[in-house]
């Protein structure tokens, strides 16, 4: 009985490598549904850590850059962060901030942010202080001190939607506060 073809006469394995080069080519060429990589975040500065009152935990104050490569406009779907200092999570995952906020094409757009962090982390004074002192110095002196950062983007309707899982971005030094004019007239 004569065989069939050449294909026969090779190895399983080199069957099985050639199959999966198949599938792997045949994925690249009909996967129509990705989103171009065409928009980026960063963070730009920390601009404060403040309470809204007395006694009440204190919110973190950002300016996030927003990138758009692409020709058209795009539209932030949800925006979210989570301080991360000594390996706890400061901040619970809060609702998305900037919805429905566009970014111009070819441009940045910078926007603020907010965190409210925990009461039960940003309460605690033995715990608050060494975050203050992070902060001042940012992830540059303290390791241990980053924002996880999450941005969806709505891209136009043929590229569809571009969904970020979050990534660790380290954070600058906390901006100094604004002297008062008679202090800074002083000097």
Not at 64 to 87: C, H, P, T, W
Not at 160 to 174: C, K, N, R
């Amino acid at each position: 009985m004569p065989r069939p073809n050449a294909l026969l006469r090779l190895p399983l394995p080199s069957v099985l490598l050639l199959g999966l080069l198949a599938l792997l080519l045949w994925g690249a060429c009909n996967n129509s549904n990705d989103a171009p990589d065409c928009c980026g975040e960063r963070v730009v500065r920390v601009d404060s850590l403040a309470a809204p009152f007395p006694g009440a935990p204190p919110r973190l104050y950002l300016t996030i850059g927003l990138r758009n490569d692409d020709a058209d406009q795009a539209k932030v779907e949800s925006m979210y962060g989570i301080l991360i200092f000594r390996g706890q999570f400061w901040n619970d995952l809060n609702e998305g901030q900037r919805q429905y906020l566009t970014i111009p094409p070819k441009r940045e757009r910078l926007v603020s942010m907010a965190l409210p962090l925990t009461d039960s982390l940003a309460c605690d004074p033995a715990l608050l202080r060494p975050l203050q002192q992070a902060l001042a110095k940012g992830t540059a002196g303290d390791s241990t001190l980053v924002l996880q950062l999450g941005v969806n983007v709505e891209l136009r309707t043929e590229n569809g939607y571009l969904q970020d899982s979050g990534q660790e971005f380290p954070l600058p030094a906390m901006r100094a506060p604004a002297r008062p004019a008679q202090a800074a007239a002083a000097y």
